[in-house]
T-cell receptor
Framework: GNSVTQMEGPVTLSEEAFLTINCTYT??????LFWYVQYPGEGLQLLLK?????DKGSNKGFEATYRKETTSFHLEKGSVQVSDSAVYFC???????????FGRGTSLIVHP | SAVISQKPSRDICQRGTSLTIQCQVD?????MFWYRQQPGQSLTLIAT?????????ESGFVIDKFPISRPNLTFSTLTVSNMSPEDSSIYLC??????????FGPGTRLTVL
């Protein structure tokens, strides 16, 4: 079956530090890959996505590249801000399916 | 994208009572989804709600405990019945996008005493 594995949190960084949150997946076929962000007290928002191998999704300074050879979709940002403090969820969705498989989520805490 | 609202945003309820959560979408959609997010956990799909048919429940969730209505293409309700403290969670509704992504409502934060 499908599964998504994320690094455990919390990840604690100082402002302007470099961020990497690891995500690897197991899936049949060629899924679409997503990162969602959940700010405190809110629902999930789509942050970025990639639909095929070597695609790079990007948004708000965050990037992730669909690596089929390593079945990974690591989230990166060059310089985090306090406002980036949130829980980040990696997810995959098979073609034709609206029901994603979510990772456990990684909490990011950014200190001033 | 879709804009989704939920009511109530939060509630504190007594055990044994029921709470109905409303989900409103700003456009017509075929499928709506209900999720539960227990404290510090990921999302668990409760059921898929299609307009004009019975909801499809995931393993571990039953209609008697989580009845769902889907009266039209922009609205759905989820009822949490006969609540216990274990039902304390965030309940989220969502709809699918064209690229297999999902758009989520802000969630309903439920505490059962």
């Amino acid at each position: 079956g499908n599964s998504v594995t994320q690094m455990e949190g919390p990840v604690t960084l100082s402002e302007e530090a470099f961020l990497t949150i690891n995500c690897t997946y197991t899936a049949t076929g060629y899924p679409s890959l997503f990162w969602y962000v959940q700010y405190p007290g809110e629902g999930l928002q789509l942050l970025l996505k990639a639909t095929k191998a070597d695609d790079k999704g990007s948004n708000k300074g965050f990037e992730a590249t669909y690596r089929k050879e390593t079945t990974s979709f690591h989230l990166e940002k060059g310089s985090v801000q306090v406002s980036d403090s949130a829980v980040y969820f990696c997810a995959l969705s098979r073609l034709g399916s609206y029901i994603p498989t979510f990772g456990r989520g990684t909490s990011l805490i950014v200190h001033p | 994208s879709a804009v989704i609202s939920q009511k109530p945003s939060r509630d504190i309820c007594q055990r044994g009572t029921s709470l109905t959560i409303q989900c409103q979408v700003d456009s017509q959609v075929t499928m709506m989804f209900w999720y539960r997010q227990q404290p510090g956990q990921s999302l668990t799909l409760i059921a898929t709600a299609n307009q004009g048919s019975e909801a499809t429940y995931e393993s571990g969730f039953v209609i008697d405990k989580f009845p769902i209505s889907r009266p039209n293409l922009t609205f759905s309700t989820l009822t949490v019945s006969n609540m216990s403290p274990e039902d304390s969670s965030i309940y989220l509704c969502s709809v699918g996008g064209e690229g297999n992504e999902q758009f989520f409502g802000p969630g309903t934060r439920l505490t059962v005493l």
